[in-house]
Protein backbone atom coordinates (compact mmCIF):
# COMPACT_ATOMS: atom_id res chain seq x y z
CA UNK A 1 0.00 0.00 0.00
CA UNK A 2 1.38 3.80 -0.79
CA UNK A 3 2.53 6.13 1.47
CA UNK A 4 -0.87 8.38 -0.22
CA UNK A 5 -2.73 5.99 0.47
CA UNK A 6 -2.25 5.09 3.40
CA UNK A 7 -2.35 8.69 4.85
CA UNK A 8 -6.08 8.52 2.84
CA UNK A 9 -7.00 5.70 5.24
CA UNK A 10 -5.99 7.17 8.63
CA UNK A 11 -7.90 10.84 7.54
CA UNK A 12 -11.30 8.35 6.57
CA UNK A 13 -10.66 6.63 9.64
CA UNK A 14 -10.09 9.81 12.53
CA UNK A 15 -13.39 11.59 10.74
CA UNK A 16 -15.29 8.09 11.38
CA UNK A 17 -13.98 8.03 14.49
CA UNK A 18 -14.28 11.40 15.74
CA UNK A 19 -17.92 11.68 14.27
CA UNK A 20 -18.70 7.69 16.28
CA UNK A 21 -17.43 9.16 19.30
CA UNK A 22 -18.61 12.82 19.04
CA UNK A 23 -21.27 12.20 22.38
CA UNK A 24 -18.93 10.56 24.59
CA UNK A 25 -15.90 12.40 24.12
CA UNK A 26 -16.85 15.76 26.38
CA UNK A 27 -18.53 13.36 28.43
CA UNK A 28 -14.88 11.59 28.71
CA UNK A 29 -12.47 14.43 28.73
CA UNK A 30 -15.15 16.05 31.97
CA UNK A 31 -15.49 13.03 33.73
CA UNK A 32 -11.01 12.95 33.62
CA UNK A 33 -10.54 16.86 34.38
CA UNK A 34 -13.44 16.47 37.09
CA UNK A 35 -11.78 12.86 38.65
CA UNK A 36 -8.51 14.83 37.97
CA UNK A 37 -9.46 18.37 40.60
CA UNK A 38 -11.22 16.14 43.34
CA UNK A 39 -8.04 13.39 44.22
CA UNK A 40 -6.02 15.51 45.95
CA UNK A 41 -8.71 16.30 48.36
CA UNK A 42 -10.09 12.54 48.37
CA UNK A 43 -6.47 11.46 48.86
CA UNK A 44 -5.86 14.08 51.79
CA UNK A 45 -9.17 12.71 53.27
CA UNK A 46 -8.13 8.53 53.10
CA UNK A 47 -4.80 9.52 54.61
CA UNK A 48 -6.27 11.11 57.26
CA UNK A 49 -8.92 8.85 58.26
CA UNK A 50 -6.65 5.84 57.48
CA UNK A 51 -4.21 7.69 59.88
CA UNK A 52 -1.78 6.55 57.40
CA UNK A 53 1.64 8.21 58.76
CA UNK A 54 3.59 10.67 56.75
CA UNK A 55 6.41 8.45 55.47
CA UNK A 56 4.10 6.42 53.88
CA UNK A 57 2.33 8.87 51.86
CA UNK A 58 3.58 9.45 48.99
CA UNK A 59 4.06 5.81 48.16
CA UNK A 60 0.11 5.58 49.21
CA UNK A 61 -0.69 7.81 47.15
CA UNK A 62 1.15 7.21 43.84
CA UNK A 63 -0.53 3.68 44.28
CA UNK A 64 -3.67 4.71 44.68
CA UNK A 65 -3.96 8.05 42.53
CA UNK A 66 -4.52 5.60 39.33
CA UNK A 67 -7.27 3.49 40.48
CA UNK A 68 -9.01 6.28 42.37
CA UNK A 69 -8.95 8.43 39.07
CA UNK A 70 -9.77 5.20 37.31
CA UNK A 71 -13.25 4.65 39.51
CA UNK A 72 -14.17 8.30 39.49
CA UNK A 73 -14.04 8.58 35.64
CA UNK A 74 -16.04 5.21 35.76
CA UNK A 75 -18.57 6.42 38.26
CA UNK A 76 -18.65 9.84 36.20
CA UNK A 77 -19.50 8.18 33.12
CA UNK A 78 -21.88 5.87 34.11
CA UNK A 79 -23.96 8.82 35.63
CA UNK A 80 -24.02 9.98 32.16
CA UNK A 81 -25.22 6.60 31.07
CA UNK A 82 -21.36 5.94 29.68
CA UNK A 83 -20.64 1.96 30.85
CA UNK A 84 -17.51 1.42 30.67
CA UNK A 85 -15.48 -1.71 32.69
CA UNK A 86 -12.40 -1.69 34.13
CA UNK A 87 -9.54 -3.42 32.77
CA UNK A 88 -8.02 -5.74 35.31
CA UNK A 89 -7.06 -8.89 33.97
CA UNK A 90 -4.50 -7.72 31.65
CA UNK A 91 -1.25 -7.74 33.48
CA UNK A 92 2.18 -6.32 32.05
CA UNK A 93 5.10 -8.64 32.05
CA UNK A 94 7.84 -6.48 32.05
CA UNK A 95 7.44 -4.97 36.32
CA UNK A 96 10.05 -2.54 35.92
CA UNK A 97 9.47 0.74 37.74
CA UNK A 98 7.92 2.81 35.47
CA UNK A 99 5.43 -0.02 34.73
CA UNK A 100 4.86 -0.86 38.12
CA UNK A 101 3.54 2.55 39.21
CA UNK A 102 1.24 2.86 36.10
CA UNK A 103 0.23 -0.62 35.82
CA UNK A 104 -3.27 0.16 37.06
CA UNK A 105 -3.75 3.57 34.95
CA UNK A 106 -2.21 2.20 31.97
CA UNK A 107 -4.98 -0.84 32.12
CA UNK A 108 -7.16 1.54 32.06
CA UNK A 109 -11.49 1.49 31.49
CA UNK A 110 -12.91 0.06 28.20
CA UNK A 111 -16.39 0.80 26.34
CA UNK A 112 -18.27 0.16 23.26
CA UNK A 113 -20.36 2.89 21.60
CA UNK A 114 -21.90 2.99 18.18
CA UNK A 115 -20.53 -0.63 17.53
CA UNK A 116 -16.68 0.37 18.60
CA UNK A 117 -14.45 -0.49 21.13
CA UNK A 118 -12.69 1.53 23.03
CA UNK A 119 -10.47 2.40 25.60
CA UNK A 120 -9.11 4.96 27.81
CA UNK A 121 -5.67 5.02 28.96
CA UNK A 122 -2.94 7.23 30.87
CA UNK A 123 -0.23 8.04 28.62
CA UNK A 124 3.06 6.46 29.14
CA UNK A 125 4.76 9.28 30.64
CA UNK A 126 4.00 12.01 31.48
CA UNK A 127 4.08 14.68 29.20
CA UNK A 128 5.65 12.52 26.37
CA UNK A 129 3.08 11.60 23.95
CA UNK A 130 4.93 12.42 21.65
CA UNK A 131 1.96 10.89 18.89
CA UNK A 132 2.90 7.46 20.42
CA UNK A 133 0.23 4.85 22.25
CA UNK A 134 1.40 2.93 25.52
CA UNK A 135 2.82 -0.36 23.87
CA UNK A 136 1.06 -3.41 24.68
CA UNK A 137 3.99 -5.14 26.35
CA UNK A 138 3.36 -9.12 26.21
CA UNK A 139 -0.44 -9.24 27.16
CA UNK A 140 -2.17 -11.18 24.14
CA UNK A 141 -5.49 -9.34 25.22
CA UNK A 142 -3.88 -5.93 24.35
CA UNK A 143 -1.59 -6.97 21.50
CA UNK A 144 -5.07 -8.19 20.15
CA UNK A 145 -7.06 -4.72 20.77
CA UNK A 146 -4.27 -2.90 19.14
CA UNK A 147 -4.34 -4.86 16.39
CA UNK A 148 -6.77 -3.20 13.65
CA UNK A 149 -4.71 -3.18 10.22
CA UNK A 150 -6.65 -6.33 8.90
CA UNK A 151 -10.26 -4.81 9.24
CA UNK A 152 -9.44 -1.87 7.21
CA UNK A 153 -8.61 -4.26 4.36
CA UNK A 154 -11.66 -6.55 5.24
CA UNK A 155 -13.96 -3.79 4.99
CA UNK A 156 -12.67 -2.65 1.74
CA UNK A 157 -13.09 -5.81 -0.07
CA UNK A 158 -17.10 -6.22 0.98
CA UNK A 159 -20.11 -5.28 -0.65
CA UNK A 160 -21.64 -1.80 1.26
CA UNK A 161 -24.68 -4.39 2.77
CA UNK A 162 -22.31 -7.07 4.16
CA UNK A 163 -20.01 -4.09 5.79
CA UNK A 164 -21.81 -3.96 9.36
CA UNK A 165 -20.84 -7.68 9.70
CA UNK A 166 -17.13 -6.74 10.21
CA UNK A 167 -15.90 -5.47 13.24
CA UNK A 168 -15.07 -1.60 13.59
CA UNK A 169 -11.74 -0.52 14.07
CA UNK A 170 -11.29 -0.32 17.85
CA UNK A 171 -10.44 3.20 18.99
CA UNK A 172 -7.96 4.45 22.25
CA UNK A 173 -9.07 7.73 24.35
CA UNK A 174 -5.03 8.57 25.48
CA UNK A 175 -5.01 10.96 28.09
CA UNK A 176 -1.98 12.83 30.03
CA UNK A 177 -1.65 15.45 32.29
CA UNK A 178 0.99 18.96 32.00
CA UNK A 179 2.71 19.72 35.42
CA UNK A 180 -0.09 21.59 36.45
CA UNK A 181 -2.08 18.79 36.39
CA UNK A 182 -4.05 20.08 33.65
CA UNK A 183 -5.81 17.25 31.65
CA UNK A 184 -5.17 16.78 27.16
CA UNK A 185 -7.03 14.00 25.97
CA UNK A 186 -6.38 12.56 22.47
CA UNK A 187 -8.28 9.84 20.48
CA UNK A 188 -6.42 7.76 18.54
CA UNK A 189 -6.58 4.42 16.75
CA UNK A 190 -4.43 1.65 16.98
CA UNK A 191 -2.31 0.25 14.06
CA UNK A 192 -0.61 -2.73 15.34
CA UNK A 193 1.67 -3.21 18.31
CA UNK A 194 4.09 -6.22 20.39
CA UNK A 195 6.19 -5.84 23.01
CA UNK A 196 7.32 -2.58 23.27
CA UNK A 197 6.64 -1.58 19.35
CA UNK A 198 3.57 0.09 19.02
CA UNK A 199 1.79 2.15 15.77
CA UNK A 200 -1.54 4.00 15.14
CA UNK A 201 -3.26 5.64 12.17
CA UNK A 202 -3.47 8.80 13.82
CA UNK A 203 -3.48 10.32 17.21
CA UNK A 204 -5.57 13.16 17.33
CA UNK A 205 -6.14 16.36 20.01
CA UNK A 206 -9.22 16.43 21.00
CA UNK A 207 -11.13 20.29 21.22
CA UNK A 208 -11.56 20.79 25.23
CA UNK A 209 -15.57 20.40 25.53
CA UNK A 210 -15.62 24.10 26.35
CA UNK A 211 -14.47 25.56 22.82
CA UNK A 212 -17.38 23.42 21.67
CA UNK A 213 -19.99 25.12 23.46
CA UNK A 214 -22.87 27.12 21.43
CA UNK A 215 -23.15 30.96 22.19
CA UNK A 216 -26.32 31.27 23.71
CA UNK A 217 -26.25 35.03 24.00
CA UNK A 218 -27.06 36.97 21.07
CA UNK A 219 -26.37 40.51 21.01
CA UNK A 220 -29.66 41.36 20.00
CA UNK A 221 -31.11 39.60 23.51
CA UNK A 222 -29.61 42.35 25.69
CA UNK A 223 -31.09 44.80 24.25
CA UNK A 224 -34.08 46.66 25.70
CA UNK A 225 -34.85 50.15 25.16
CA UNK A 226 -35.02 53.17 27.36
CA UNK A 227 -37.81 55.30 27.26
CA UNK A 228 -37.26 58.75 28.04
CA UNK A 229 -39.78 61.47 28.31
CA UNK A 230 -38.85 64.85 26.62
CA UNK A 231 -39.97 68.67 27.76
CA UNK A 232 -40.48 71.25 25.54
CA UNK A 233 -37.75 73.26 26.75
CA UNK A 234 -35.59 75.69 24.50
CA UNK A 235 -31.64 73.78 24.16
CA UNK A 236 -29.93 77.65 22.91
CA UNK A 237 -31.26 78.60 26.22
CA UNK A 238 -29.37 76.08 28.51
CA UNK A 239 -26.41 75.96 26.33
CA UNK A 240 -25.85 79.46 26.23
CA UNK A 241 -27.84 81.07 28.39
CA UNK A 242 -25.34 83.81 29.25
CA UNK A 243 -24.49 85.14 25.91
CA UNK A 244 -28.29 85.25 24.65
CA UNK A 245 -29.82 86.95 27.91
CA UNK A 246 -26.98 89.63 28.84
CA UNK A 247 -29.94 92.48 29.57
CA UNK A 248 -27.62 95.54 31.50
CA UNK A 249 -24.61 93.70 32.19
CA UNK A 250 -26.99 90.93 34.39
CA UNK A 251 -27.58 87.36 33.25
CA UNK A 252 -31.17 86.10 33.57
CA UNK A 253 -32.43 82.79 31.83
CA UNK A 254 -35.54 82.90 30.03
CA UNK A 255 -36.71 79.12 31.20
CA UNK A 256 -36.95 80.36 34.47
CA UNK A 257 -34.75 77.09 35.77
CA UNK A 258 -32.07 77.70 37.51
CA UNK A 259 -28.19 77.54 36.22
CA UNK A 260 -27.20 73.71 36.28
CA UNK A 261 -24.11 74.44 37.34
CA UNK A 262 -24.77 76.93 40.47
CA UNK A 263 -25.86 73.44 41.99
CA UNK A 264 -22.84 72.51 42.68
CA UNK B 1 -15.00 88.20 18.62
CA UNK B 2 -16.87 90.53 21.28
CA UNK B 3 -15.46 92.78 23.58
CA UNK B 4 -15.22 92.19 27.22
CA UNK B 5 -14.90 88.16 26.43
CA UNK B 6 -13.68 86.02 28.82
CA UNK B 7 -11.23 83.05 27.58
CA UNK B 8 -11.40 80.25 30.44
CA UNK B 9 -7.60 79.54 31.34
CA UNK B 10 -8.99 75.97 32.49
CA UNK B 11 -10.84 75.47 29.67
CA UNK B 12 -7.07 75.37 27.45
CA UNK B 13 -6.23 73.03 30.08
CA UNK B 14 -8.93 70.84 29.56
CA UNK B 15 -8.87 70.78 25.85
CA UNK B 16 -5.09 70.45 26.11
CA UNK B 17 -4.98 66.93 28.14
CA UNK B 18 -8.21 65.58 26.35
CA UNK B 19 -6.02 65.91 23.24
CA UNK B 20 -2.96 64.23 25.18
CA UNK B 21 -0.99 67.24 24.70
CA UNK B 22 1.56 68.70 26.68
CA UNK B 23 2.00 72.51 26.84
CA UNK B 24 5.03 72.53 24.88
CA UNK B 25 3.39 70.57 22.27
CA UNK B 26 0.49 72.73 21.94
CA UNK B 27 2.81 75.75 22.09
CA UNK B 28 4.39 74.12 18.87
CA UNK B 29 1.52 73.58 17.15
CA UNK B 30 0.35 77.08 17.85
CA UNK B 31 3.15 79.09 16.95
CA UNK B 32 4.08 80.41 20.59
CA UNK B 33 6.33 79.28 23.46
CA UNK B 34 5.75 76.86 26.01
CA UNK B 35 5.52 79.64 28.95
CA UNK B 36 2.85 81.42 26.80
CA UNK B 37 0.37 78.43 27.10
CA UNK B 38 1.20 78.57 30.95
CA UNK B 39 0.47 82.12 30.96
CA UNK B 40 -3.04 81.26 29.16
CA UNK B 41 -3.58 78.26 31.56
CA UNK B 42 -3.30 80.43 34.87
CA UNK B 43 -5.36 83.18 33.12
CA UNK B 44 -1.83 85.35 33.48
CA UNK B 45 -2.51 86.57 29.93
CA UNK B 46 -5.31 86.75 27.67
CA UNK B 47 -4.35 84.88 24.10
CA UNK B 48 -5.58 86.89 21.12
CA UNK B 49 -8.46 85.70 18.73
CA UNK B 50 -5.68 84.09 16.46
CA UNK B 51 -4.05 82.01 18.70
CA UNK B 52 -7.26 80.77 20.73
CA UNK B 53 -8.54 79.89 17.16
CA UNK B 54 -4.84 77.84 17.16
CA UNK B 55 -5.72 76.04 19.85
CA UNK B 56 -9.19 75.49 19.17
CA UNK B 57 -7.69 74.05 16.18
CA UNK B 58 -5.00 71.40 17.52
CA UNK B 59 -7.38 70.28 20.26
CA UNK B 60 -10.32 69.66 18.04
CA UNK B 61 -12.67 72.35 20.06
CA UNK B 62 -13.93 75.38 18.90
CA UNK B 63 -13.12 79.02 19.91
CA UNK B 64 -16.33 79.28 21.76
CA UNK B 65 -15.16 76.30 23.50
CA UNK B 66 -12.95 78.28 26.02
CA UNK B 67 -15.39 80.88 26.55
CA UNK B 68 -18.01 78.76 27.95
CA UNK B 69 -17.57 78.79 32.37
CA UNK B 70 -16.29 75.88 33.74
CA UNK B 71 -18.05 73.32 35.61
CA UNK B 72 -17.46 72.46 39.33
CA UNK B 73 -18.84 69.60 41.02
CA UNK B 74 -17.83 66.84 39.74
CA UNK B 75 -15.46 64.56 42.24
CA UNK B 76 -12.99 61.85 40.98
CA UNK B 77 -15.61 59.65 43.39
CA UNK B 78 -13.76 56.14 43.43
CA UNK B 79 -11.07 57.15 40.54
CA UNK B 80 -9.23 58.11 43.47
CA UNK B 81 -9.06 54.74 45.49
CA UNK B 82 -7.53 53.02 42.24
CA UNK B 83 -3.80 54.48 43.44
CA UNK B 84 -2.63 51.43 44.22
CA UNK B 85 -3.38 50.11 40.69
CA UNK B 86 -1.21 49.90 37.71
CA UNK B 87 -2.38 53.59 36.50
CA UNK B 88 -0.73 56.13 35.67
CA UNK B 89 -1.28 59.53 36.94
CA UNK B 90 -1.71 60.83 33.09
CA UNK B 91 -4.27 58.46 32.76
CA UNK B 92 -6.35 58.57 35.31
CA UNK B 93 -6.43 62.14 34.75
CA UNK B 94 -7.54 61.99 31.06
CA UNK B 95 -10.38 59.37 32.16
CA UNK B 96 -11.32 61.77 34.78
CA UNK B 97 -11.30 64.98 31.96
CA UNK B 98 -13.27 62.65 29.69
CA UNK B 99 -15.99 62.00 31.94
CA UNK B 100 -16.33 65.30 33.12
CA UNK B 101 -16.84 66.62 29.50
CA UNK B 102 -19.03 64.10 29.21
CA UNK B 103 -21.05 65.25 32.52
CA UNK B 104 -21.14 68.51 31.20
CA UNK B 105 -22.65 67.59 28.06
CA UNK B 106 -25.21 65.65 29.71
CA UNK B 107 -26.05 68.11 32.34
CA UNK B 108 -26.96 70.58 29.78
CA UNK B 109 -28.87 67.91 27.41
CA UNK B 110 -31.03 66.22 30.65
CA UNK B 111 -32.78 69.65 31.21
CA UNK B 112 -35.16 68.81 27.96
CA UNK B 113 -36.00 65.38 29.58
CA UNK B 114 -37.63 63.50 32.37
CA UNK B 115 -34.94 61.68 33.39
CA UNK B 116 -35.65 57.95 35.00
CA UNK B 117 -36.41 57.84 38.96
CA UNK B 118 -33.57 57.20 41.09
CA UNK B 119 -33.90 53.81 42.55
CA UNK B 120 -30.56 53.24 44.69
CA UNK B 121 -30.22 52.71 48.47
CA UNK B 122 -27.26 53.70 50.99
CA UNK B 123 -26.49 51.03 53.00
CA UNK B 124 -24.28 50.30 55.88
CA UNK B 125 -24.09 46.73 55.27
CA UNK B 126 -22.00 44.01 54.76
CA UNK B 127 -21.03 43.17 50.77
CA UNK B 128 -23.30 40.28 50.75
CA UNK B 129 -26.44 41.75 52.40
CA UNK B 130 -25.93 45.00 50.57
CA UNK B 131 -26.00 43.33 47.57
CA UNK B 132 -28.97 41.31 48.21
CA UNK B 133 -31.17 44.63 49.08
CA UNK B 134 -30.04 46.20 46.20
CA UNK B 135 -30.96 43.83 44.10
CA UNK B 136 -34.39 44.15 45.49
CA UNK B 137 -34.54 48.18 45.45
CA UNK B 138 -33.83 48.10 41.70
CA UNK B 139 -36.71 44.83 41.24
CA UNK B 140 -34.84 42.26 40.88
CA UNK B 141 -35.61 38.89 41.92
CA UNK B 142 -32.76 37.34 44.08
CA UNK B 143 -32.84 34.14 41.97
CA UNK B 144 -32.27 35.10 38.76
CA UNK B 145 -29.58 36.76 36.18
CA UNK B 146 -29.31 40.43 35.21
CA UNK B 147 -29.25 40.01 31.87
CA UNK B 148 -28.60 43.34 30.78
CA UNK B 149 -27.32 45.26 34.06
CA UNK B 150 -26.42 48.46 32.23
CA UNK B 151 -29.95 48.65 31.32
CA UNK B 152 -31.23 47.53 34.59
CA UNK B 153 -29.57 50.40 36.31
CA UNK B 154 -30.29 53.17 33.50
CA UNK B 155 -34.07 52.35 33.99
CA UNK B 156 -33.26 53.38 37.94
CA UNK B 157 -32.02 56.38 37.36
CA UNK B 158 -28.18 55.95 37.44
CA UNK B 159 -26.42 57.53 34.70
CA UNK B 160 -23.85 55.89 32.67
CA UNK B 161 -21.16 57.43 30.58
CA UNK B 162 -18.64 55.72 28.03
CA UNK B 163 -15.04 56.35 28.90
CA UNK B 164 -13.55 56.49 25.30
CA UNK B 165 -12.24 52.65 24.28
CA UNK B 166 -8.52 53.99 24.43
CA UNK B 167 -8.52 54.16 27.90
CA UNK B 168 -9.19 50.89 29.08
CA UNK B 169 -6.52 50.39 31.70
CA UNK B 170 -9.54 52.50 33.62
CA UNK B 171 -12.33 50.13 33.66
CA UNK B 172 -14.57 51.92 35.27
CA UNK B 173 -15.25 54.62 38.34
CA UNK B 174 -18.07 56.32 39.82
CA UNK B 175 -19.38 59.54 41.60
CA UNK B 176 -22.25 61.41 42.61
CA UNK B 177 -23.41 64.30 40.55
CA UNK B 178 -26.04 67.50 40.40
CA UNK B 179 -28.72 66.62 37.75
CA UNK B 180 -32.04 68.07 37.64
CA UNK B 181 -31.58 69.73 41.18
CA UNK B 182 -31.33 65.86 42.43
CA UNK B 183 -28.01 64.16 43.53
CA UNK B 184 -27.61 61.31 41.05
CA UNK B 185 -25.05 58.44 41.01
CA UNK B 186 -22.78 58.37 37.71
CA UNK B 187 -20.25 55.79 36.70
CA UNK B 188 -17.90 56.05 34.02
CA UNK B 189 -17.17 52.81 32.17
CA UNK B 190 -14.20 52.26 29.51
CA UNK B 191 -16.07 49.59 26.96
CA UNK B 192 -12.83 48.59 25.12
CA UNK B 193 -12.82 45.27 27.12
CA UNK B 194 -14.87 41.93 27.20
CA UNK B 195 -18.75 41.74 28.17
CA UNK B 196 -18.22 39.72 31.96
CA UNK B 197 -15.59 42.12 32.64
CA UNK B 198 -17.82 44.91 31.78
CA UNK B 199 -20.67 43.84 33.76
CA UNK B 200 -18.24 43.23 36.34
CA UNK B 201 -16.74 46.95 36.83
CA UNK B 202 -19.68 48.54 36.98
CA UNK B 203 -21.47 46.00 39.22
CA UNK B 204 -17.96 46.43 41.10
CA UNK B 205 -18.81 50.78 41.30
CA UNK B 206 -22.53 50.22 41.96
CA UNK B 207 -20.95 48.57 45.11
CA UNK B 208 -18.56 51.80 45.95
CA UNK B 209 -21.99 54.11 45.52
CA UNK B 210 -23.94 51.92 47.86
CA UNK B 211 -21.66 50.60 50.26
CA UNK B 212 -19.14 54.17 50.55
CA UNK B 213 -21.03 56.86 50.25
CA UNK B 214 -19.37 58.86 52.28
CA UNK B 215 -16.09 56.73 51.79
CA UNK B 216 -15.06 54.77 54.59
CA UNK B 217 -11.65 52.70 56.07
CA UNK B 218 -8.86 52.00 54.32
CA UNK B 219 -9.15 52.14 50.45
CA UNK B 220 -7.30 48.36 49.78
CA UNK B 221 -10.41 47.33 52.43
CA UNK B 222 -13.12 49.71 49.92
CA UNK B 223 -11.80 47.71 46.69
CA UNK B 224 -12.37 44.15 48.34
CA UNK B 225 -15.76 45.29 49.40
CA UNK B 226 -16.72 46.55 46.51
CA UNK B 227 -15.53 42.86 44.50
CA UNK B 228 -17.38 41.14 46.68
CA UNK B 229 -20.61 43.25 46.65
CA UNK B 230 -19.88 43.04 42.55
CA UNK B 231 -19.85 38.96 42.97
CA UNK B 232 -22.92 38.75 45.37
CA UNK B 233 -24.90 41.26 43.23
CA UNK B 234 -24.01 38.88 39.91
CA UNK B 235 -24.18 35.78 41.62
CA UNK B 236 -26.51 35.93 44.58
CA UNK B 237 -26.03 33.38 47.23
CA UNK B 238 -29.15 31.72 47.67
CA UNK B 239 -29.24 30.55 44.25
CA UNK B 240 -25.23 30.09 43.62
CA UNK B 241 -25.61 26.91 46.29
CA UNK B 242 -27.93 25.04 43.53
CA UNK B 243 -26.38 26.72 40.35
CA UNK B 244 -23.04 24.77 41.02
CA UNK B 245 -23.69 21.04 40.91
CA UNK B 246 -20.98 18.65 42.19
CA UNK B 247 -18.63 17.79 40.72
CA UNK B 248 -17.67 21.67 39.74
CA UNK B 249 -15.55 21.42 36.46
CA UNK B 250 -14.77 23.44 34.02
CA UNK B 251 -17.55 22.80 31.57
CA UNK B 252 -19.94 23.12 34.35
CA UNK B 253 -18.38 26.58 35.08
CA UNK B 254 -18.46 27.56 31.13
CA UNK B 255 -22.11 26.66 31.35
CA UNK B 256 -22.71 29.05 34.25
CA UNK B 257 -20.94 31.67 32.91
CA UNK B 258 -23.25 31.85 29.55
CA UNK B 259 -26.44 31.77 32.26
CA UNK B 260 -25.08 34.53 34.83
CA UNK B 261 -22.58 36.34 32.02
CA UNK B 262 -19.59 36.66 34.55
CA UNK B 263 -16.29 35.54 33.75
CA UNK B 264 -15.65 31.69 34.30
CA UNK B 265 -12.95 33.31 36.85
CA UNK B 266 -15.41 34.97 38.63
CA UNK B 267 -17.98 32.00 38.95
CA UNK B 268 -14.80 30.09 40.50
CA UNK B 269 -13.82 33.00 43.11
CA UNK B 270 -17.54 32.69 43.84
CA UNK B 271 -17.19 28.81 44.44
CA UNK B 272 -14.86 29.29 46.19
CA UNK B 273 -15.77 31.89 48.49
CA UNK B 274 -19.56 29.71 49.23
CA UNK B 275 -17.49 27.01 49.95
CA UNK B 276 -18.76 25.11 47.08
CA UNK B 277 -15.35 24.11 46.02
CA UNK B 278 -11.98 23.33 48.23
CA UNK B 279 -9.12 25.71 47.64
CA UNK B 280 -7.49 23.58 45.99
CA UNK B 281 -10.15 22.73 43.47
CA UNK B 282 -10.12 25.87 42.81
CA UNK B 283 -6.77 26.68 42.35
CA UNK B 284 -6.60 23.55 40.05
CA UNK B 285 -9.54 24.87 37.83
CA UNK B 286 -7.45 28.49 37.79
CA UNK B 287 -4.18 26.53 36.63
CA UNK B 288 -6.06 24.01 34.01
CA UNK B 289 -7.75 27.95 32.50
CA UNK B 290 -4.00 28.98 32.55
CA UNK B 291 -2.26 26.36 31.05
CA UNK B 292 -5.05 26.92 27.96
CA UNK B 293 -4.55 30.42 28.30
CA UNK B 294 -8.06 30.87 29.18
CA UNK B 295 -7.12 33.19 32.30
CA UNK B 296 -5.79 36.19 30.11
CA UNK B 297 -8.94 35.42 27.55
CA UNK B 298 -11.60 33.00 28.14
CA UNK B 299 -12.58 31.14 24.96
CA UNK B 300 -14.06 33.07 22.26
CA UNK B 301 -17.11 31.13 21.73
CA UNK B 302 -18.15 32.19 25.05
CA UNK B 303 -18.28 35.50 25.09
CA UNK B 304 -20.36 37.91 26.69
CA UNK B 305 -21.72 40.66 24.43
CA UNK B 306 -21.61 43.88 26.06
CA UNK B 307 -23.78 46.19 27.09
CA UNK B 308 -24.45 49.64 25.63
CA UNK B 309 -25.63 52.34 27.76
CA UNK B 310 -28.17 53.93 26.03
CA UNK B 311 -28.90 57.35 28.03
CA UNK B 312 -26.73 59.53 27.08
CA UNK B 313 -26.96 58.47 23.10
CA UNK B 314 -30.83 58.85 23.62
CA UNK B 315 -30.41 62.33 25.22
CA UNK B 316 -28.64 63.51 21.62
CA UNK B 317 -30.84 61.64 19.16
CA UNK B 318 -33.84 63.01 20.80
CA UNK B 319 -31.94 66.79 20.31
CA UNK B 320 -30.15 66.65 17.55
CA UNK B 321 -30.43 65.82 13.99
CA UNK B 322 -26.75 64.90 13.44
CA UNK B 323 -23.82 63.86 15.36
CA UNK B 324 -21.99 66.90 14.05
CA UNK B 325 -25.03 68.99 15.77
CA UNK B 326 -24.02 67.91 19.02
CA UNK B 327 -20.51 68.20 18.86
CA UNK B 328 -20.90 72.46 17.68
CA UNK B 329 -23.70 72.86 20.45
CA UNK B 330 -20.91 71.45 23.03
CA UNK B 331 -18.06 73.29 21.48
CA UNK B 332 -16.37 70.44 19.72
CA UNK B 333 -15.04 70.60 16.20
CA UNK B 334 -16.03 66.69 15.55
CA UNK B 335 -17.34 64.12 17.36
CA UNK B 336 -14.37 62.05 18.12
CA UNK B 337 -14.18 64.33 21.91
CA UNK B 338 -13.85 62.23 24.84
CA UNK B 339 -16.40 58.89 24.53
CA UNK B 340 -18.89 60.56 22.30
CA UNK B 341 -17.85 58.81 19.02
CA UNK B 342 -18.75 55.26 20.62
CA UNK B 343 -22.04 56.77 20.73
CA UNK B 344 -23.41 58.85 17.91
Redesign the interface.
Known sequence: MSAENDQNISEQLKREIFEDFSPIT?IIY?AL??A???I??CLDLIIEKCKIENEFTNKICAYLRPTLIRSIVQL?LKSNNVETLAITEEKISSMNDDWGRLILSNNGLAGNYAQRNYRILKAFKTNAIANKLPPPGQSIKKQKYYCNFHLRQSRMKLFTEDIEQIPKHNAIYLWDE?S????FLYLACPKWGKGNKVSAYFIEPVE????????????E??????G????Q?D?DN??NP?TENIQDGEISNE?G??N??E?? | MSQGRIIYGSRIEQARKLTGLTQRELAEKVGVNQSAIAFYEKEKTTPSEDIVKGIAEATGFLPAFFERIPIDGFSKGSLSYRAYKSVTAKEEDKAYLNAKLLYEHLGIMAKSFVLPKLQLPIIRERPETSAEITRAALGVSPDVPINNLTYLLEKNGIIILPLPVFLRKIDAFSTWIYLQDDKRPLIAESFGKSGDRIRFSIAHEVGHLVMHNPPKSSIKSMEKEANDFASAFLMPKSIMRNEFTQPVNLFSIAELKLKWRVSMQALIFRAKTLRIITDRQATYLFSQMSARGWRIKEPNNLNIPVEKPQLFRKLIEGLYDSPEKYASDMGMSDTRGAGVALLV
Not at chain 1, 221 to 226: A, G, P, S
Not at chain 1, 228 to 231: A, G, H
Open positions: PIETQSIPDISSGSIHPITLLERLISPEITEELLEKLILIIESQDLWQN
